[in-house]
């Protein structure tokens, strides 16, 4: 499709177990963000990948949390021995340089939840 | 680090009333954006602000990027139904790469 998408759409795992989260973004987008949004709360930041730069992790809220990049196009999020305080909507966005500073397009999103 | 206060959290609107939400920030940003978002969809950007002081229409909507660049304010006129959802400011500076973003406006239709 035309737009971002992202896999699984929901997700139930158990406490402890690990997780991997896909985002395949927008041909040619060359920049590709991860947001967590925890029930009724904002976006929060978490990575962000622009080109070959290495990416900005300033977000990613333990090292359980690790993302990459590959071939500068598919992105996966994994979360290692998952918490219930990981349970959250993952969402996945990318831009291009045809798009002004900050004009995302967002997937919608992976739900994790964590039992 | 930065934060986005956002208000009201959230409102009740009747079809036909004006609406208006805005965003505070402590430091300035170089670009303001706002976004809506339906359930079980991500956000989508609506209006976004580049230069201080300028203000923007898209339909029913205008917003403005504060003079003082750490604020900016979003209003839909003559509200409809499908107006309904969650709505985002974010702000954006030059020197960093991340977009960050406020709490949310959650409007919901009077009952």
């Known amino acids: 499709g035309a737009g971002v998408s992202q896999s699984p759409s929901n997700k139930v795992t158990e406490k402890g177990k690990d997780v991997e989260l896909r985002c395949d973004p927008i041909?040619?987008?060359?920049?590709l963000y991860w947001y967590r949004q925890s029930l009724g709360q904002g976006l929060e930041f978490l990575i962000y990948?622009?080109?070959?730069?290495?990416?900005?992790k300033s977000g990613l809220p333990s090292d359980r949390f690790s993302a990459e990049r590959t071939g500068g196009s598919v992105s996966t999020l994994t979360i290692q021995r998952t918490q219930q305080e990981d349970s959250a909507v993952y969402l996945c966005?990318?831009?291009?340089?045809?798009?002004?500073?900050?004009?995302?397009?967002f997937g919608e999103g992976s739900r994790l939840t964590v039992l | 680090g930065q934060q986005l206060n956002q208000s009201p959290q959230s409102m009740f609107i009747q079809e036909g009333e004006d609406v208006s939400m805005n965003c505070t920030s402590s430091?300035?940003?170089?670009?303001w954006l706002w976004y809506k978002q339906d359930p079980g969809e991500g956000p989508v950007l609506l209006i976004a602000?580049?230069?201080?002081?300028e203000l923007t229409s898209n339909g029913r909507l205008t917003a403005q990027f504060g003079i003082t660049r750490k604020d900016s304010f979003l209003n839909i006129s003559a509200s409809i139904p499908s107006d309904v959802g969650i709505y985002f400011c974010?702000?954006?500076?030059?020197?960093?790469?991340?977009?960050?973003f406020g709490k949310g406006t959650k409007l919901s239709v009077k009952p």
């Open positions: 041909s040619g987008h060359t920049a």
């Open positions: 966005a990318s831009t291009g340089q045809a798009q002004g500073t900050g004009e995302l397009f």
């Open positions: 974010a702000g954006h500076l030059r020197s960093q790469g991340n977009l960050i």
């Open positions: 990948f622009q080109g070959n730069s290495a990416p900005d």
């Open positions: 602000l580049y230069k201080a002081g």
């Open positions: 430091s300035i940003f170089n670009t």
